[in-house]
């Protein structure tokens, strides 16, 4: 019956976001025996991504609420599904995987699910957070100050307009560096550099997975990344829920785009890097800081740009000691406009992927 039950589970996350796929090894669903108990797995099963009531979640379960708060609760505090509350009101809601249940594992995830995790993404789960092209979960930015004022740039494509416009905002560690930390795969880059804002902010806190910090210190931490050669992520939408500040060594995202050969038009980028041999030294101060390995020495042993694999990050930019490289927009950038909201996002991924939001066990009573 169990086996029966986490093949369910994975085929409902597999529904969200990016996706859980199978695999030949069947990796996947030992991750989900490591994470889920199985009545965990079966309560999951009958939950929305919209957070509902204990009642109407015991409803479909044919239980009471009485009998899965509890449940509901633990399932909360082990990072497995969302919970809301105000004013006295608890709801719950089922989550994807990535984003998800994975970042909530951040400060209790352990050097054998690490390892878990990195077998998955070897295998097969990094083709799916590219394969949603130009959907991709996390969208990369031109860091501060290093677009032409004239430039009119719109509000989600700056991190201190996104981060300005929070009430509440949340830093916590990266769960990419903290996983390849764990089985010492990675960097030296800062550890606290993912932002959550709003009620996702509320949902780190109260599980004491991170710490609220004011405008001020968010720019920071900001200018602290920048420093050091991190490339701005806010998830792929108009209002942001969060914002990562990535290393191309341990991020799923960055690091899978590394494989292809034009990443540029996957991320449909609006900027590329442009190099003034005038003014550059060849220091090769770029080329080691750019993410993308899009700088490079030419055949005249001259600093040159990949436009096919310039994201426009603007990290070479602040990185040149002697201001020889500029950001500029690329000339037939094609306008992208992302989704508005975080379930804007999920249902056009969705329907991309050929999937549905709603839960698989409540598409099967209506058929």
């Known amino acids: 019956m169990s086996q029966v039950v986490y093949r369910k589970l994975q085929e409902q996350l597999d529904q969200y976001s990016v996706g859980y796929p199978t695999t030949e090894s069947g990796i996947e669903i030992k991750i989900l025996e490591r994470l889920f108990k199985e009545k965990e797995a079966e309560i999951f099963l009958q939950m929305s991504l919209s957070p509902e009531s204990s009642i109407a979640i015991a409803a479909r379960a044919g239980s009471t609420p009485s ?31 990535i984003e998800g249940i994975w970042e909530y594992q951040v400060k209790s995830m352990d050097r054998e699910l690490a390892q878990l995790f990195e077998d998955y993404v070897q ?3 990094h083709e799916n957070v590219t394969n949603t092209s130009p959907l991709l979960i996390h969208r990369p930015i031109a860091i501060n100050q290093t677009i032409d004022i ?30 390849k930390g764990l089985i010492e795969k990675g960097c030296d880059k800062p550890l606290e550099t993912c932002f959550m804002f709003g009620t996702p902010a509320k949902y780190f806190i109260d599980r004491s997975i991170g710490r609220q910090v004011s405008i001020d210190e968010a720019f920071h931490i900001l200018d602290v990344c920048e420093k050091a050669g ?15 500040n990535c290393c191309s060594d341990c991020c799923i995202v960055l690091n899978n785009l590394k494989r292809f050969s034009s990443p540029a ?32 020495r030419d055949v005249t042993d001259s600093i040159s740009t990949n436009q096919d694999k310039c994201i426009g990050c603007g990290l070479c930019v602040n990185g040149c000691p002697v201001a020889a490289i500029h950001l500029e927009v690329r000339p037939k950038a094609e306008p992208y406009e992302p989704p508005k ?17 709603t839960p698989l066990a409540l598409v099967s009573v209506t058929r």
Do not use: W
């Open 67 to 97: 009998q899965i708060d509890t449940l509901l609760d633990e399932m909360y505090r082990k990072g497995l599904v969302f919970r809301h509350a105000k004013d006295g009101d608890v709801k719950y809601g089922a989550v994807p995987f």
């Open 123 to 125: 295998e097969n789960l």
């Open 150 to 179: 004239s430039f009119p740039v719109l509000t989600y494509e700056s991190s201190r307009k996104i981060v300005q416009n929070q009430k509440l905002i949340v830093v916590t560690d990266c769960i990419c560096r903290v996983q």
């Open 230 to 244: 991190l490339v701005t992520m806010p998830l792929n939408t108009q209002k942001p829920a969060n914002l990562c």
């Open 265 to 296: 038009n996957m991320v449909k980028a609006k900027y590329r890097a442009v190099v003034d041999p005038e003014k550059c030294e060849n220091c090769d101060a770029c080329v080691e800081r750019c993410p993308m390995d899009a700088l490079f």
């Open 341 to 357: 909201t975080g379930l804007d996002f999920y249902k056009e991924v969705a329907q991309m992927r050929g999937k549905n939001l």
